[in-house]
Structure formats: C-alpha cells, structure tokens
C-alpha cells in the first residue's frame, strides 16, 4: 500500500528558507514521480512541483519557480522542497503525493506539514 | 495555464440523494481528469482517474464522465461519509491545475 510523511514545517519569517522533507515506505520509490501540492488555511489545492522517477522532468507552478527546488534521493527513498525567499502567501500545508504515471493522478498521500511564515 | 472551473462552489444535500458536480477546462484535455475527495484536517483522497476510472476502494456510488472540456462526478445515493470538499485536476499538461473544489454539505 505505503506510506508517506512530510517534515520540516515550522514558523518561519519572511526571507526564510526551509527544507521540506517525505519519507516513504512500502514501495519502490524509484519507480515513481512524485508531487508537492499546498493548501493555504482554508482555501483550495494549489499543485507546485513535479519530480519524475528518474529525476530527469521537473516542473514548477510559476508561483515558486525561482524560489522552491524539488529533489529526491533514491537512495533514502525520500523527496524533498527546498523552499528559500518564503512569503506571506506561502502559508500553507504542504503535502508530497505519489504519481501515478502517465496519468498523473495521485494515488497516496502524506497527512502534510504546516508551514507559517509570518 | 489550463483553468478548471467546479460548479457550483458549493451544494447542500441530504442522504439518499444523487449528487452532481461538474468540471470545466479550459481547453481540452481528452480524459486527462482526475477527481479527489477532501474532509476536513485530512489529506486529499484519489476517487476517479482518467474521466471515469474509480480507484480502488473506492465505492461504485461514485462515478466520473465526460471528455474534452466537460466533466462531471456523481454520486448516485449520498451517505454520511460522502459529505467533504471535492476537487477536479487537469492532469494534461503542467502545471497540472486543480479546481476551486465544491464543498458538499448536510441540507
């Protein structure tokens, strides 16, 4: 089935950086892409970045690119954003979700990390 | 950037009801749509892939159709659990934009 929980969420001014981490178990991570979606406090899904299995593809909403960095380590089975020059409208849970594939639907997630800038 | 339009925003429903709610894009995406179930203080939930492919698990009340830019998930007989906020996504072309979402609730 599998599992997978994020990490690294916290309070933090803006400016900041932070390093969002997902470990994940019950799979071969390397055959999988992987997601980051956010959810600011009561609003809807925002989908951010896209890593593929292999680490070739990556793709950023054009409200991080510059700023956040996806990456994986096959080695560690764990993903991770590297989120720098954090602003206010970057509140927001984060959530790391598996990739289907071809058809890019997300078949498991994690329960998110909150991440506060203020 | 594709948009995706839910409608409505918002439905108030009751037990035994059927239930639909629809998804625009804003250019075609084939069968490239996804949809997701979210309750509160959880994480979002796969129901339907592909347009009209339910995931595993998930009950066959639940039910996805259209192609192009129109879409529409219907819940055929409304039970308790089923009350949340859904979401469609374009899974086309990235970024793979999600709907505004459709907050299902007790009438």
């Known amino acids: 089935e599998g599992q997978l929980v994020e990490s690294g969420g916290a309070l933090i001014q803006p400016g900041g950086s932070l390093k969002l981490s997902c470990a994940t178990s019950?799979?071969?991570?390397?055959?999988?892409?992987f997601n980051w979606v956010r959810q600011a406090p009561g609003k809807g899904l925002e989908w951010i970045s896209y890593i593929r299995s292999s680490g070739d593809t990556i793709y950023y909403a054009d409200s991080v690119k510059g700023r956040f960095t996806i990456s994986r380590d096959n080695a560690k089975s764990s993903l991770h954003l590297q989120v720098n020059s954090l602003r206010a409208e970057d509140t927001a849970v984060y959530y790391c979700?598996?990739?289907?594939?071809?058809?890019?639907?997300?078949?498991?997630w994690g329960q998110g990390t909150l991440v506060t800038v203020s | 950037d594709i948009q995706m339009t839910q409608s409505p925003s918002s439905l108030s429903a009751s037990g035994g009801d059927r239930v639909t709610i629809t998804c625009r894009a804003s250019q075609s995406i084939s069968n490239y749509l996804n949809w997701y179930q979210q309750k509160p203080g959880e994480a979002p939930k796969l129901l339907i892939y592909g347009a009209s492919s339910l995931q595993t698990d998930v009950p066959s009340r639940f039910s996805g159709g259209g192609s192009g830019t129109e879409f529409t998930l219907i819940i055929s007989s409304l039970q308790s659990a089923d009350f949340a906020t859904y979401y469609c996504q374009q899974a086309y072309s990235p970024p793979w934009t999600f709907g505004q979402g459709t907050k299902l609730q007790v009438k």
């Open positions: 979700a598996r990739d289907s594939g071809p058809r890019h639907y997300y078949d498991l």
């Open positions: 019950g799979f071969t991570f390397s055959d999988y892409g």
